[in-house]
C-alpha cells in the first residue's frame, strides 16, 4: 500500500514539505486518519462479502439490528433505535420486515407484562453466526499475513481507537459463542 505523504518521517531536503506549515501533531493525526479510512475501505468490502451470500434475506441495516439482538440480548424498541442511532420509526419497519423473514420475533416482558420486548430467532442467530463467520475467516486470512509484534501492535491501536469513539464494548464471550 502507497504511504500517505503525511506518514513519512523523513523528508527530502530538495522536496517541499509533504504538508506545508503543519505541526507534527496535525500530520499525525493527518497520517493516522488516512491509514484508517484506508483500512476502513478493506473492512467494508469483507463486510459487503460476508452479506453477499444472504443478501436476498437481509440488508445492511436489518443485519446490524440483528447483530445488536444478537450481542446485547432482548431489547425495547426505544434502546435498539438508540444503540442503532435511528428514529425508533425506522427501526420499527426494520424489525416488521425481520419478525416477516422469521428472524426476529416480539415477546412479552417477563419483568414488566405491559411491556413487548424484541428478540433473535434461531434463525435469526444462525444467520448472524454464519455472516459472522466468513468474516471472521476473511479477516484472520489477513490477520495471519501480520508478524507477530504487528498483531500485538494492532490489537492496542484498535482497542484505543475504538474507546477514544465511544464504542461500547460487546461482552468478552458472544452469546454465540465466539470470544
Same mark, same amino acid.
Given at each position: ?19 506545508p506549515e503543519m505541526g507534527a501533531d496535525r500530520a499525525g493525526v493527518d497520517a !493516522? ?12 468490502? =469483507? ?9 436476498? /434475506? ?31 420509526? #425506522?427501526?420499527? /419497519?426494520? =424489525? ?9 420475533? /416480539? /415477546? ?8 413487548? !420486548?424484541l428478540t433473535v430467532t434461531p434463525d435469526g442467530s444462525r444467520l448472524v453466526a ?28 484498535? #482497542?484505543?481507537? #475504538? ?17
Open positions: 500500500m502507497p504511504e500517505h505523504p503525511a506518514a513519512s518521517g523523513a523528508a527530502d531536503s530538495d522536496a517541499a514539505p509533504a504538508v !493516522v486518519t488516512y491509514a484508517v479510512l484506508t483500512a476502513s475501505r478493506l473492512l467494508v468490502a =469483507v463486510a459487503a462479502r460476508s452479506l453477499a451470500a444472504v443478501e436476498d /434475506r437481509v440488508t445492511l441495516p436489518q443485519f446490524r439490528l440483528l447483530v445488536v439482538l444478537s450481542t446485547f440480548g432482548d431489547a425495547k424498541l426505544v434502546e435498539l433505535a438508540d444503540r442503532l442511532g435511528v428514529n425508533p420509526s #425506522t427501526a420499527m /419497519r426494520m =424489525v416488521d420486515r425481520l419478525i416477516a423473514a422469521g428472524l426476529a420475533e /416480539r /415477546r412479552v416482558n417477563p419483568g414488566n407484562r405491559r411491556e413487548t !420486548v454464519d455472516v459472522t463467520a466468513g468474516r471472521r475467516r476473511e479477516i484472520a486470512a489477513i490477520v495471519e499475513r501480520l508478524a507477530p509484534e504487528q498483531r500485538t501492535a494492532l490489537v492496542e491501536a484498535l #482497542t484505543a481507537f #475504538t474507546e477514544a469513539g465511544g464504542e461500547e464494548p460487546a461482552p468478552s464471550v458472544h452469546p454465540l459463542g465466539w470470544t
